[in-house]
């Protein structure tokens, strides 16, 4: 079966390349030796900094140069955004696909800054390559931390650019006088306060919005794509959303100043309204910019981000949460796990080729092709995917030979892929069962019904007794209850216990380094015991009232259940509500 898709512009962001990115017409001149000390040493080493930033975009993206990259970075650094994963060989290869993929993109950038060793960059993504069209591709802002003329650290703020914003302006233009004064250390600092107080009283409770016209200059300019000019605009717009979220809070994780420029990253992590629920988890992230002038705001731009990484308790000082290091653990003869990324594969190593399961992403798919080439010289022939899920099913291009194998129900959901997520052909599919016999071992597919999404595919070692299941359960955790809308627990529940009948040494599953069967047996315990609740609840209503009854109790449903013996478990606060809705939803027709 072949799949052909059209490829839309694929947001760097989101597939890998969570990287600065801009563009400059001219090169930051060489600078002259640097001064030993002082205020006069930092500024010199704030410019040196910024001029190594240009380097990257002028150079590496911009002039595609990737092996740049080896002189830029430090071979040590910490990559702190989520979807782009591992050292300088993955910026490389993922810079170089994505210079494949656009060949006419830039990265354009539209103000930088420099504070201490922090360099800030806000810039526009354009994939058309378009000068001056300021409506298409991606914002984003980014923060690096620069050692001894090196990259060391990166975080970064991305969103689509809109077709159109609530002021009428763009996410990057300036529309104020610029600052001709020198702006001095003393006034930096006072601004700083500026945004300090506004975030700890306007952003975060009491949410005091009187202190506005102080903080806000009366002809404010206003960037956000949602946020109207001027400052009454500003307190309707978000003391309305206050009103429904008045618990709703923010920390500052950077703050830094450069002339009359104050620039800041944030971190939320509060239960957000979905529909008539409360309990789903929202998590977000952003940065700001804010041009000052005696002491007020009068222009504004920012970058925020949905969904976060994992939620942080940030403060200015502390850095955000990494990624663990990567690992191959081998579970029996020729049969191993490698977990890195966030992202588990089942790798299966024979005389006769490889097989493994859901690359994820070129980023990572170029690291797991790494760390199988020091196993064995064997190709990979065989790639088997465990469910329909675009977030596992790419980089499938990393290993060109190898057939791709997944359940039927892939085929039409591929052909939805907008953003080249899917892979471009699928060479076998199978409904219910699938026997795949490479050298001495014996892989087996099981479709045992949906689980998450409908493709779901259990791979099963049986002489070696390892089982590959992908979404399905966490350790002694509750899965997120915002992963949870393209969830049938109803369907994992019977899943499991099918699968926790089966003889096993090693259960592997999507997000966890850990192996041990016990995990998975204890989430089936889980999954029946949501069940019997759920429905001890939904039998009299439904008997009574018939199926259209028991929409009426769905919103407040978890009041009436709780699961005791499974509160220690992560996500339990954050996520049962969710739970007890789908497996309602599930009980009631199906998904």
Request: net charge negative; charged share 20%; aromatic share 10%.
């Amino acid at each position: 079966m072949y799949i052909q898709r059209v490829r839309r512009w694929v947001p760097i962001l989101v597939v890998g390349l969570i990287l600065s990115t801009v563009y400059a017409a001219n090169p930051m001149p060489a600078l002259a030796a640097a001064p030993a000390d002082g205020l006069y040493a930092r500024a010199y080493s704030e410019d040196a900094n910024k001029a190594i930033i240009q380097r990257l975009y002028d150079e590496a993206l911009n002039g595609r140069n990737v092996d740049l990259l080896d002189e830029l970075y430090a071979s040590d650094y910490t990559e702190h955004s989520e979807a782009l994963l591992g050292g300088v060989e993955v910026l490389k290869t993922t810079f170089q696909s994505n210079f494949n993929q656009f060949p006419d993109a830039i990265w354009e950038i539209k103000r930088m800054a420099a504070d201490d060793d922090l360099v800030w960059v806000h810039a526009q993504i354009n994939p058309t390559g378009e000068q001056g069209n300021e409506w298409v591709g991606l914002a984003i802002i980014e923060m690096y931390r620069l050692k001894d003329g090196r990259i060391v650290e990166h975080w970064e703020s991305q969103q689509y650019i809109p077709e159109e914003t609530v002021s009428g302006h763009t996410m990057f233009e300036e529309l104020t006088p610029a600052v001709t004064e020198p702006v001095s250390e003393e006034e930096m600092e006072r601004n700083k306060e500026v945004i300090r107080k506004l975030w700890a009283e306007f952003f975060n409770p009491p949410h005091n919005s009187d202190l506005l016209p102080d903080i806000f200059g009366d002809n404010y300019k206003e960037h956000s794509p949602e946020v109207p000019n001027g400052v009454d605009g500003l307190i309707e717009l978000f003391m309305g959303f206050f009103e429904q979220e008045p618990d709703f809070s923010a920390e500052i994780f950077f703050l830094s100043a450069d002339g009359p420029y104050v620039w800041h990253g944030w971190l939320y992590n509060q239960p957000m309204i979905v529909g008539a629920e409360e309990n789903p988890l929202a998590a977000g992230k952003g940065a700001d910019i804010y041009k000052m002038e005696d002491g007020k705001i009068i222009e504004h731009w920012d970058v925020t981000h949905y969904p976060s990484p994992p939620a942080a308790e940030a403060t200015e000082t502390q850095q955000a949460p990494q990624m663990p290091e990567p690992t191959m653990t081998q579970l029996d003869e020729g049969v191993y796990h490698y977990f890195g990324g966030f992202y588990s594969s089942l790798v299966v190593v024979t005389d006769e080729g490889v097989l493994i399961t859901d690359p994820a992403n070129a980023a990572r798919g170029q690291m797991l092709k790494q760390a199988i080439a020091e196993l064995t010289d064997q190709p990979v022939t065989h790639i088997a995917l465990t469910h329909e899920h675009y977030n596992h099913t790419g980089g499938t291009e990393i290993f060109p030979a190898a057939q791709v194998i997944c359940h039927v129900a892939c085929a039409d959901i591929f052909q939805l892929d907008e953003y080249g997520f899917v892979p471009d052909k699928v060479d076998i599919s199978f409904k219910t069962y699938l026997s795949i016999e490479l050298g001495d071992k014996t892989v087996e597919l099981h479709h045992l019904g949906p689980g998450d999404g409908v493709a779901t595919t259990i791979i099963y070692l049986p002489k070696e007794q390892v089982v590959m299941s992908a979404d399905l359960y966490e350790p002694r955790a509750l899965t997120k209850a915002l992963s949870m809308d393209d969830k049938n627990p109803l369907g994992v529940r019977k899943i499991l216990n099918e699968v926790a009948s089966w003889n096993l040494k090693h259960a592997i599953n999507a997000h966890s380094p850990g192996t041990d069967p016990q995990d998975l047996r204890e989430a089936a315990g889980y999954y029946e015991d949501l069940y019997q609740a759920v429905n001890a609840v939904l039998q009299p209503i439904i008997e009574q009232g018939g199926a259209d009854a028991a929409f009426g109790v769905l919103a407040t449903l978890h009041e009436q259940i709780s699961l005791p013996q499974y509160a220690e478990w992560g996500e339990y606060d954050t996520a049962f509500a969710k739970h007890v809705f789908r497996m309602a939803m599930g009980l009631m027709h199906g998904g």
